[in-house]
């Protein structure tokens, strides 16, 4: 044990220290994080669900599902940006045209647009899975999902009767 007088001490000169943004901008860092959700493939993959099941949604959720699944396109869109591959921008493009279009005011042409948005979400979000997860990608190539055509008829649904 030494005394507290013979023990040296160094002493060097310490810059204050500097952040790399002014408060302000930090604030709106700040903001971004509180306000960010993460992304969520089950609720994506609830509404692909709602919207391709053979009962079509109602005329009152018809607005809030396409909402939601623009919503998803746009998540999936800002993911899959970065990535080089050709079947991906394809989904893209596609996604960009859907969430450009109006949605039709007759609704059973708003289900046809909601369907083709829930398609295309569907298929690029198994895009991004497949690319991510090798043992996935192989499911995928064994069992890929059907092609879309271009338009979709809507049937008529009738109730079931017992």
Avoid: K
């Avoid at 005329?59 to 396109?73: F, K, N, S």
């Avoid at 949605?103 to 298929?123: C, K, M, S, V, Y």
Wanted: hydrophobic letters at 35%.
């Amino acid at each position: 044990m030494t005394a507290p007088g013979t023990v040296q001490r160094l002493t060097r000169p310490v810059r204050p220290s500097t952040y790399p943004l002014a408060s302000g901008e930090l604030a709106t860092v700040l903001n971004r994080l509180r306000d960010w959700h993460p992304f969520d493939g089950g609720a994506l993959l609830d509404d692909v669900a709602a919207v391709l099941d053979d009962v079509p949604p109602t005329e009152e959720a018809t607005e809030e599902i396409a909402e939601r699944l623009c919503g998803h396109l746009l998540r999936l869109v800002n993911i899959a940006g970065a990535e080089h591959d050709p079947v991906a921008a394809q989904r893209i493009e596609q996604a960009r045209g859907l969430r450009r279009e109006d949605p039709p005011g007759d609704h059973r042409q708003a289900i046809g647009h909601l369907r083709r948005l829930g398609w295309t979400a569907g298929e690029l979000l198994e895009r991004l899975v497949a690319r991510t997860s090798p043992s996935r990608s192989a499911d995928l190539h064994r069992h890929p999902m059907p092609h879309m055509p271009e338009s979709v008829e809507v049937i008529e649904s009738t109730p079931w009767r017992l």
